[in-house]
């Protein structure tokens, strides 16, 4: 006696089979993008996106025209009055060239420093001490050596040079000392000359 089958009993699982390509025709749309050209796009995306970012940050960073190169200007006028009265004799700038700007002036004692920017954005000092110089040569000079007389409107200065990129022009007289140049000064020797020539 056979046992009754339940139709539950008799179905069957069937797994489809994977659908094959057509033969004769182009394979199937999956959906997905190609992978490379997402790349490409996606990078493009993102290079312009930090572009747009980066731009406007550095555009603000920018410093004003006007504040990229500020000079202040003074008028040593006085100082070179009072100086002259403290050590008359010692020869002072009275002639500047054109376009030198000064942009300290300092009296202290019977010494007076003044310096000026040129036009080329050079800086030449002028430097004076009324009496004898004891160290004042050496501390203006920043130690250099005399290595050549030379003779500016009729003045016996000597050169002191510390290294090819500094020279300083020295004026020693009774009445004081003059140095054109200094430790800190930029300028060219046709810069420390044209200073020279203008002492009176």
């Known amino acids: 006696m056979s046992t009754p089958t339940s139709p539950d009993s008799q179905r069957r699982v069937v797994v489809p089979p994977d659908v094959p390509r ?3 025709g182009p394979p199937r749309p999956t ?5 490379g050209s997402e790349n490409v796009r996606d990078m493009l995306l993102s290079m312009g996106i930090c572009t747009a970012i980066v731009i406007p940050i550095w555009y603000l960073a920018q410093p004003p025209a006007s504040d990229s190169k500020t000079i202040r200007v003074v008028d040593p006028t006085s100082d070179i009055t009072a100086f002259s009265a403290a050590a008359p004799g010692v020869p002072v700038p009275r002639v500047v060239p054109k376009g030198w700007r000064a942009t300290s ?5 019977a010494t ?3 310096g000026w920017v040129t036009p080329d954005d050079g800086y030449v000092e002028y430097a004076a001490q009324g009496g004898a110089p004891g160290a004042f040569v050496a501390d203006q000079t920043g130690r250099a050596q005399p290595v050549s007389p030379l003779t500016v409107a009729g003045r016996a200065f000597r050169v002191y040079s510390a ?13 004081g000392t003059v140095v054109v140049g200094g430790v800190r000064e930029t300028g060219d020797d046709a810069h420390l000359t044209e200073l020279a ?4």
Do not use: C, E, N, Y
């Not at 990129?165 to 009774?174: D, E, F, I, K």
């Open 22 to 24: 057509p033969a004769d």
């Open 105 to 109: 002036s300092t009296l202290t004692g």
């Open 31 to 35: 959906g997905k993008k190609k992978r």
């Open 163 to 175: 290294s090819r990129a500094h020279t300083s022009l020295v004026l020693q007289q009774a009445a």
């Open 197 to 200: 020539q203008g002492l009176r």
């Open 112 to 114: 007076l420093r003044i």
